[in-house]
């Protein structure tokens, strides 16, 4: 006997059917748990994103006392609150910064990153007959008490970086202490 036109289906066109309909299903179920999964994963790298460590923040360092009055520098430490992963640490060091009061402009203070521009090496300030200098004793990059480069060959592609400073209740230092990316002509906040 023969199937007409509009009859029931051949069991293999059924079977096609019931392969599609399982495999729409399947892929309708995985779509579904796309987006929850993704903000579960979010959710969960979410701290390996945030940047930790005072980096932009304003922090108090100091006191303007603290600061001899003819203009050579201090270096001081910073600590701040600082995220890793997922854990907080409070009052950790961060980094440090030589900070000086600007001669002739009372209540004004210069803030510089210690960190070498080239490769990251650590600065020093030299007492010097002509005033100081500060020093990069890695490569020998030299720079004077405003940051400058003093030589035209220096191995520093950029002057010290100076951060911005804030003078509040007429004798608290804050500073917006940042690192930067190294061995850039110009000087770029690191994220």
Not at 32 to 40: D, F, I, N, W
Not at 57 to 63: C, E, F, G, H, Q
Not at 128 to 137: A, E, L, V
Not at 161 to 166: G, K, M, N, W
Request: glycine fraction near 10%; include cysteine; charge should be neutral.
């Amino acid at each position: 006997m023969s199937e007409t036109p509009g009859g029931p289906a051949a069991p293999c066109c059924q079977q096609r059917r019931g392969f599609l309909e399982k495999a729409a299903a399947i892929g309708a179920g995985a779509l579904a748990l796309v987006a929850p999964l993704g903000v579960g994963v979010n959710a969960f790298l979410h701290p390996l994103r945030k940047a930790g460590g005072g980096d932009g923040d304003l922090l108090k360092i100091t006191s303007l006392e603290s600061l001899p009055e003819d203009g050579t520098p201090r270096k001081f430490n910073v600590t701040a609150d600082r995220v890793d992963a997922w854990n907080r640490f409070t009052n950790e060091p961060v980094g440090a910064v030589f900070l000086r009061r600007i001669p002739g402009q009372p209540g004004k203070v210069a803030a510089f990153q210690v960190t070498c521009p080239h490769a990251g090496c650590a600065i020093n300030y030299e007492p010097t007959d002509q005033g100081g200098r500060f020093f990069c004793p890695c490569h020998t990059a030299a720079f004077d008490l405003e940051g400058r480069r003093t030589d035209a060959v220096s191995p520093s592609p950029r002057d010290m970086d100076d951060l911005e400073v804030e003078v509040r209740n007429e004798h608290e230092i804050w500073v917006r202490f940042q690192h930067f990316v190294l061995n850039k002509s110009e000087k770029i906040a690191k994220a």
